[in-house]
C-alpha cells in the first residue's frame, strides 16, 4: 500500500505568523485529505482535494498529484489553529492511509 | 444535515471482555469506516463497509470485526480485549468509499 508522509513532525508559531505543511505519498492516490483534530479528538474536515488548489479562509491547499505532495498553507494564525493536522490519502484499493500528523503549536 | 454519531463517548472495560461500538453516519451516506489512533501507531485503519458488505479490511487480528445494517448503521465488536486495545476508534461516513470522508466524535475506550 501507499506510505503518507508529513512534515515538520512539530511546529511552534508565533501567533500572527505564516506556516507550511507538506504531506508526501508513495504511489497515485484517488483522493486526498487534510483534516485537524481538536484536543478532544475530533478530525475536522479541512479540504478535500486530490488536486488542484482550494482556499478556505486562512487556509489554503494545493495538490500536485503527479508530484505526490499536498501543501497545506495557514497563514495569520491564531492560537485557535493549534492541534494536529493529519493528511489522508485513498489508495486505488480505496484504503485511506493517514500520515503521522503535524503537531502545531501557536503562541500568543 | 447531522453529522456522523458514535455512541458511547468512552467506555471502561478489563482484560478479557468483549466490547461493541456504535457508528451512525450522516443521512444518505453509505459507506462507514472504521479507524483505531493509538499514541503509538497513529490512526490505522480497520475495515469499511459499504452496502451491509465488507469491501476493505485492514491489519488488524480476528477480534476486531464489524458489521453494517440496511440503514448504514454500523457496529464494531472487539473481543477478548487486550490491554494494546486501549484507542480512541474513529468512524467515518461518506457516499462511496473513495469520496470525503467525514468523522464521528470517536469512542475513547479504556482497557485495564
Known amino acids: 500500500g501507499i506510505q503518507v508522509e508529513q512534515s515538520p513532525p512539530d511546529l511552534i508559531l508565533q501567533e500572527g505568523a505564516n506556516s507550511t505543511l507538506r504531506c508526501n505519498f508513495s504511489?497515485?492516490?484517488?483522493?486526498l485529505q487534510w483534516f485537524h483534530q481538536n484536543p478532544w479528538g475530533q478530525l475536522i474536515n479541512l479540504f478535500y482535494?486530490?488536486?488542484g488548489t482550494k482556499q478556505n479562509g486562512r487556509l489554503s491547499a494545493t495538490t500536485v498529484a503527479t508530484e505526490r505532495y499536498s501543501l497545506l498553507y495557514i497563514s495569520s494564525s491564531q492560537t485557535t489553529d493549534s492541534g494536529v493536522y493529519f493528511c489522508?490519502?485513498?489508495?486505488?484499493?480505496?484504503?485511506?492511509?493517514f500520515g503521522p500528523g503535524t503537531r502545531l503549536s501557536v503562541l500568543p | 444535515k447531522a453529522g456522523v454519531t458514535q455512541t458511547p463517548r468512552y467506555l471502561i472495560k478489563t482484560r478479557g471482555q468483549q466490547v461493541t461500538l456504535s457508528c451512525s453516519p450522516i443521512?444518505?451516506?453509505?459507506?462507514v469506516s472504521w479507524y483505531q489512533q493509538t499514541p503509538g501507531q497513529g490512526l490505522q485503519f480497520l475495515f469499511e463497509?459499504?452496502?451491509?458488505?465488507?469491501?476493505n479490511k485492514g491489519n488488524f487480528p480476528g477480534r476486531f470485526s464489524g458489521r453494517q445494517f440496511s440503514n448504514s448503521r454500523s457496529e464494531m465488536n472487539v473481543s477478548t480485549l487486550e490491554l494494546g486495545d486501549s484507542a480512541l476508534y474513529l468512524c467515518?461516513?461518506?457516499?462511496?468509499?473513495?469520496?470525503?470522508?467525514?468523522f464521528g466524535p470517536g469512542t475513547r475506550l479504556t482497557v485495564l
Open positions: 504511489d497515485s492516490v484517488n483522493n
Open positions: 467515518a461516513s461518506s457516499l462511496v468509499g473513495a469520496n470525503e470522508q467525514f
Open positions: 463497509y459499504f452496502s451491509e458488505t465488507q469491501r
Open positions: 482535494i486530490p488536486s
Open positions: 489522508a490519502a485513498v489508495d486505488y484499493g480505496q484504503n485511506f492511509v
Open positions: 443521512s444518505g451516506h453509505r459507506s
